[in-house]
C-alpha cells in the first residue's frame, strides 16, 4: 500500500468512526452529548486533514513518475550512483542524440549542421538523491527542490530536461526575440549581522531588540564556456561514439569549471566572487592538528546556531583524513575503516571531495545559505560552417551563464589544514 492508499485509508476510518457516533444518537432520538461532539469535531478535523495529505501525495507521486519517464526518455536522471560526476555521461547522451535526431528533421542533411542544442543542464539539480550524501560541491549549491526551480527557472538551475535543437533560422529568431527571462544583473539580501536577544521579559517591561542586519549585494551573471579544437568530420562518421564522448568531457569541463569559480572565484574580471572569497565568512587556523583543527570549526558553527550540513576538501586532504592513525605508520585508523560508508561523515557531517577547494583549505558550512543560479541554460553548439567548411571540420562548443548568491557567509568557515613545517 503506498502513502496515498494509507492516507486515503486513515481518512475514511475517521469519517466511520464519526458517521458511527452520529448514527448512535440519531437511533437514540437524542443530540450528541458534550464527549461525543468533542469526538465527532476531531475525527472529522482529522479526516478532512488526511484527505488533503492524500491529494498532494497522489500529485506528488504523479509528477515523480512522470520526472522519472522523462528522465528515462532522454538517457536517464544521474542518481547517487551515477558513474561520472553529476551524471555527465548522461548529459553528453541527451545532446548527441539531439543532434542526430535533428539532422535527420532537415531535409537533405547528410553531416553535423551548425546549431544549437539546449541541454538538460549540466549543473543538474538531481546530482543526489532526498535524503542522501551529497556528491560533490554543485549538489550542494542545489538546494531547492524541484517544484520551486520549476516555477522560479531564474532562481535557480533551470529545469528543462528535453534538450531542443535550434537551426540558424531559429537561432537567430531567439537572438532577436531574446528569452524574455530578465537582465543580466541580479541582486539579493545578505545577512551581516545576526544578534539575537531574546530573553524572558517581565509584565509592562520593554521586550529586547534583536538586531539581524542585511545588505543588499548587486551582482551579474557570468559567461562560463569553451570550445573544442577543430576535428575532422570523418571521425564522427567512422566512430559513433565519438560525439557522445566530446559531450561528455565538455559537459564535464563546464560543471567543474562552475564548482571552481563558486568555491575560489577572486573576483576579478569575469571571476565570480566565490564562497571562500564572500565578505563575513569565518577562519579557523591550524590548532595542533588535523582533527583538532577540523572540530574546532565544527564549534564556531554551532556556536552561533548554525549547523554544518557538509565539510568540503581537496582529495589529498581527504586522503590525510582517511588515512590517520594512532601511531604513524601503524594501527589503528582513528576514523575507523576508510572504505567503510561511515567514513565519508565527520561529526555525522558528509564530507565532499573537489580540487575545486585548495589543498590545504576546507570548507565547513550550512549549505543552504548559498546558491548558485542560473541565467541562460548550458547548451551544446555545433559549428561546421566559415573555415571549418572549407577544411570538413567540427567545433563543438559547451556554454551557460551563472551567478552566485552568498546569503549568510558568517554560516561557512574557511579552515587553514595546512601542517605547518616542523
Known amino acids: 500500500m503506498n502513502k496515498f492508499e494509507q492516507l486515503k485509508a486513515k481518512a475514511m476510518e475517521h469519517a466511520k468512526n464519526a458517521r458511527e457516533l452520529a448514527e448512535k444518537a440519531d437511533n437514540e432520538k437524542r443530540v450528541l452529548t458534550a464527549s461525543e461532539q468533542d469526538a465527532f469535531d476531531g475525527h472529522i478535523k482529522s479526516a478532512g486533514d488526511l484527505a488533503e495529505q492524500a491529494k498532494e501525495a497522489k500529485y506528488s507521486a504523479e509528477i515523480e513518475a ?39 528533421r532537415v531535409p537533405g542533411s547528410k553531416a553535423l549542421v551548425s546549431g544549437t542544442v539546449s541541454m538538460a543542464n549540466p549543473v543538474s539539480p538531481s546530482v543526489a538523491a532526498l535524503g542522501a550524501a551529497p556528491l560533490s560541491v554543485l549538489a550542494l549549491l542545489m538546494n531547492a527542490s524541484p517544484d520551486e526551480l520549476a516555477a522560479n527557472p531564474y532562481n535557480g538551475v533551470e529545469m528543462n530536461t528535453r534538450p531542443r535543437y535550434e537551426d540558424p533560422l531559429q537561432q537567430a529568431a531567439a537572438i532577436m526575440g531574446g528569452d524574455g527571462g530578465g537582465s543580466n544583473t541580479y541582486s539579493y539580501l545578505r545577512q551581516t549581522v545576526r544578534d539575537n536577544k531574546a530573553a524572558p521579559v ?31 568530420q570523418r571521425f564522427f562518421h567512422d566512430d559513433a561514439t565519438l560525439g557522445q564522448f566530446l559531450g561528455d568531457e565538455m559537459g564535464y569541463g563546464l560543471q567543474r569549471a562552475v564548482e571552481a569559480q563558486a568555491l575560489s572565484g577572486d573576483g ?21 592538528d588535523l582533527l583538532t583543527t577540523l572540530r574546532k570549526a565544527v564549534t564556531t558553527l554551532q556556536g552561533i546556531g548554525s549547523a554544518p550540513t557538509a565539510l568540503v576538501l581537496n582529495p589529498v586532504d581527504a586522503e590525510r583524513v582517511d588515512l590517520l592513525r594512532e601511531g604513524v605508520d601503524s594501527g589503528k ?63 563543438f562548443r559547451v556554454e551557460g551563464r551563472f551567478g552566485l548568491e552568498v546569503k549568510q557567509p558568517d554560516a561557512f568557515v574557511k579552515i587553514d589544514i595546512a601542517e605547518p613545517a616542523a
Open 66 to 104: 512522470k520526472a522519472r519517464a522523462l528522465a528515462n526518455e532522454i538517457g536517464g536522471a544521474p542518481s547517487a550512483k551515477s558513474a561520472g560526476p553529476v551524471g555527465r555521461k548522461a548529459w553528453g547522451r541527451a545532446g548527441v542524440k539531439t543532434v542526430r535526431e535533428s539532422m535527420g
Open 202 to 232: 517581565a509584565d509592562g517591561a520593554t521586550k529586547p531588540t534583536s538586531v539581524y542586519t542585511f545588505k543588499e549585494i548587486e551582482d551579474r551573471y557570468r559567461v562560463i564556456a569553451h570550445v573544442s579544437e577543430p576535428l575532422p
Open 268 to 288: 576579478l574580471g569575469e571571476n565570480f566572487t566565490g564562497l571562500l572569497n564572500a565578505s563575513g565568512i569565518n577562519s579557523q587556523a591550524w590548532a595542533s
Open 333 to 395: 585508523y582513528l576514523i575507523g575503516d576508510p572504505a567503510a560508508d561511515s567514513a565519508r561523515a565527520l561529526w555525522e557531517v558528509p564530507r565532499v571531495t573537489s580540487v575545486a577547494v585548495p589543498a590545504g583549505t576546507a570548507v565547513l558550512g550550512d549549505w543552504d545559505r548559498v546558491d548558485l543560479l542560473t541565467r541562460q541554460e548550458a547548451t551544446l553548439h555545433v559549428d561546421t560552417g566559415g573555415a571549418l567548411f572549407d577544411k570538413n571540420q567540427v567545433k
